[in-house]
């Protein structure tokens, strides 16, 4: 089983600032394979990004994907209020495994 | 609108058994591979079952924790996935996701994919 370890676990930032999330796989995953996720609360997951930094319809570009073999990273580049949620990132490649999420509070 | 809704959450006791349905609708429900995602209270998300379309012989992944007694099954005909889940732990606890993998199956192909499409979810306390 490929296990994700996302970190930091809660990241607290200020709206306009610039939030790096880090997602750590325990063997080589080629990017394709390799997905970003939001969830507000009360809510269910939305996906952001696809094959790691391949945008999903409807995401704004101060969000970004990036990342190869086993180091994958969301960045979003000036925060706004309705970004601070839970991230999760998600490998398809064999299986499926979800890391922890990090929490983006204000 | 492309949708999904799942139904068939509620309180059961260890032990027991739960079906729960996923209704899709606004696209070809057929074309596409589903999985079934759950989250406990206050958890992350775990992903528990993936199954292909019917081109595809309808083959079936699960996670170890559901292995031999969750079973997922779909219903091209009338739009619906489902999760029978037997010997219920207070473990299983959670809210249950049903979600659309985002590229379609074709003829030769009905891979595993990122979720494009969720539903709101439906909740399962397994408690006596």
């Known amino acids: 089983e490929i296990v994700l370890t996302q970190s930091p676990g809660t990241l607290s930032l200020s709206p306009g600032e610039r939030a790096t999330l880090s997602c750590r796989t325990s063997?080589?995953?080629?990017?394709?394979?390799i997905a970003w996720y939001q969830q507000r609360p009360g809510q269910a997951p939305r996906l952001l990004f696809y094959a790691a930094s391949h945008r999903a319809t409807g995401v704004p570009d101060r969000f970004s994907g990036s990342g190869s073999g086993t180091d994958f990273t969301l960045t979003i580049s000036r925060l706004e209020p309705e970004d601070f949620a839970v991230y999760y990132c998600q490998q398809y490649g064999s299986s499926y495994s979800f890391g922890q999420g990090t929490k983006l509070e204000i | 609108e492309v949708q999904l809704v799942e139904s068939g959450g509620g309180l059961v006791q260890p032990g027991r058994s739960l079906r729960l349905s996923c209704i899709a609708s606004g696209f070809t429900f057929g074309d596409y591979a589903m999985s079934w995602v759950r989250q406990a209270p206050g958890k992350g998300l775990e992903w528990i079952s993936f199954?292909?379309?019917?081109?595809?012989?309808?083959?079936?992944e699960y996670a170890a924790s559901v292995e031999g007694r969750f079973t997922v099954s779909r219903d091209d005909s009338t739009n619906i996935a489902y999760l029978q889940m037997n010997s219920l732990k207070t473990d299983d606890t959670g809210v249950y996701y049903c979600?659309?993998?985002?590229?379609?199956?074709?003829?030769?192909?009905?891979?595993?994919?990122?979720?494009?499409?969720w539903g709101r979810g439906t909740l399962v306390t397994v408690s006596s």
């Open positions: 979600a659309r993998a985002k590229r379609g199956c074709d003829a030769g192909n009905c891979f595993r994919d990122a979720s494009d499409i």
């Open positions: 199954i292909r379309n019917k081109l595809h012989d309808e083959t079936t």
């Open positions: 063997q080589s995953v080629a990017s394709f394979y």
